[in-house]
């Protein structure tokens, strides 16, 4: 039936929300854009309900009912000594490292092996078998590349392989807190947006307590007014002690001494 042959009144027609927003004041309109705003950036971060299989992935779990967790895989990027095999597959001759004295960087429980000649740079000997040294000043001054031989701590950077007798092994002892930085793999994450907003936080705080419009900050901005004053005073004076000396024929050691004189 026809609406108007109810008893009910007719229903009111719905507004879209882009309506309703149009029709708030200004400050009402400009609150609901950021908690929209707010809302899609939270949807974007929520995990979603399963992962989406691919046939880049060596391994995947595409159950809602288990991890959304999806293994991407490198085999594109497998560099030469993953594709061919290295120095500890095929051997060191086999890869081009020659050298009559064997050397190993022990670090923890891994051992990396090269050969290395005599007076080499050890600096290009850790590079050669893929040993992270951390350097500062590469003068050997400030000690940040410093690994133990023998029980003696030697900078990397300034020294050279020595001579070592047939058969021996030059070990040398890396620090196990000397770790290669990782890399950030993403620009923007959920901890990068939570630490923005908490170091935005601590700003609007410190400004608020500190900044110029709080007790302490007009009391700096008072002090260096005060201070600008003074000096502005001393200079003005100097002047003035110039230009009398330089009427009275005098330099201006000499008019300062005759005025001090003259108070005394």
Not at 92 to 100: F, Q, W
């Amino acid at each position: 039936r026809p609406w108007h042959s109810r008893s009910s009144p007719p229903p009111t027609p719905r507004r879209s929300d882009t309506a309703a927003r149009a029709s708030m004041p200004a400050p009402c309109r400009a609150l609901a854009t950021r908690v929209l705003l707010v809302a899609a950036g939270a949807a974007a971060l929520a995990p979603a309900p399963f992962a989406r299989c691919s046939s880049r992935s060596t391994a995947a779990v595409c159950s809602p009912q288990r991890s959304h967790i999806v293994m991407k895989d490198w085999s594109r990027r497998a560099t030469l000594a993953e594709k061919e095999g290295g120095s500890a597959d095929l051997g060191l001759e086999a890869v081009g490292i020659e050298g009559d004295i064997a050397v190993e960087f022990l670090q923890g429980n891994r051992t990396l092996r090269t050969m290395a000649n005599v007076g080499q740079p050890l600096s290009a000997v850790a590079a050669q078998a893929g040993q992270f040294i951390k350097y500062k000043c590469k003068k050997g001054e400030c000690g940040t590349c410093a690994v133990r031989v023998n029980g003696e701590w030697i900078r990397t950077c300034s020294v050279t392989v020595p001579y070592m007798p047939k058969g021996e092994t030059y070990e040398i002892f890396v620090r196990g807190t000397m770790l290669e930085p990782k890399k950030a793999s993403r620009f923007f994450s959920a901890r990068s947006f939570f630490d923005g907003f908490r170091n935005n936080l601590l700003g609007m705080v410190g400004f608020v307590k500190e900044g110029p419009l709080s007790r302490k900050g007009k009391k700096v901005f008072n002090d260096r007014i005060e201070a600008e004053r003074l000096l502005q005073e001393k200079v003005a004076a100097r002047k003035a002690a110039k230009k009398a000396a330089a009427e009275a024929g005098l330099t201006l050691e000499e008019y300062l001494a005759r005025e001090q004189q003259q108070l005394v």
